[in-house]
């Protein structure tokens, strides 16, 4: 139960990729699987890394015969891919398998301590505070989105998160990444083809070189230049205040 969560799902339909940022063993492949929820009651496939009885992988892959779209040319699936920081590392990586997000209807979470890269990073939840400790089986998070100039956060409380528990295993190493990103690759390309973008798909994920990780550095650098900017003006407007 998400305490001031209500509107979480809202978020992740209309932002559609979700860094859960975190120590390790902080609950946050948990919190993933819990936010999940909703979406498969609701008939979205779930594809994962981790190894998890919700897993709809190897099922998809037998029963989908090639054809990996449904009725309506979309995916219509959650994507949990943990610890995607260690993969991927830089923006066109994510770019190139969630560049339809909406249109084929995918939900990406990325529990992960590694930061992922930038491209990622458009909905953000961070670990707040652990009330397990004094009795109460409850912990809290604050979700943030800082997307093309817009600011937005809250915080929201995960009551009893042992009730997800026994979902996935916590000491099974899990899978590649690649794996689930063919999946990913070839359902674009089925996409692509139904709309008439035809040959224009890769097959495997974006090779990453020296000029990539430069170039995204370089837009790291410049997304904290403008978000110590916008820190500095609301900080000098608080002050305004205060003195008048």
Known sequence: MLLNGEQLNNILSAYRLCWIGGRFGGHKT???????????????????????????????LKECN??????????????????????AKVNQQIERIAHYARKMDIVYLFPSFWAPPRAAQVLTISYQFDFRGIGIPAIVYRWKITRSGMADSDWFMWFNPSSIYGTYSTRHPGYSMQKITNILLEATKQFETHYGKDGEGEDELYEVGAGDILQDVAEQLRDTGDEFQQAAVSFRRQRAKKLF
């Open 30 to 60: 948990s919190l993933a699987f819990e936010l999940s929820k909703p979406f498969l009651n609701d008939g979205y496939k779930l594809f994962t890394n981790t190894f998890s009885v919700w897993d709809d992988t190897q099922w998809f």
């Open 66 to 87: 090639g054809q990996m779209l449904d009725e309506h040319k979309q995916l219509k699936a959650v994507v949990i891919l943990d610890e995607i920081g260690v993969e």
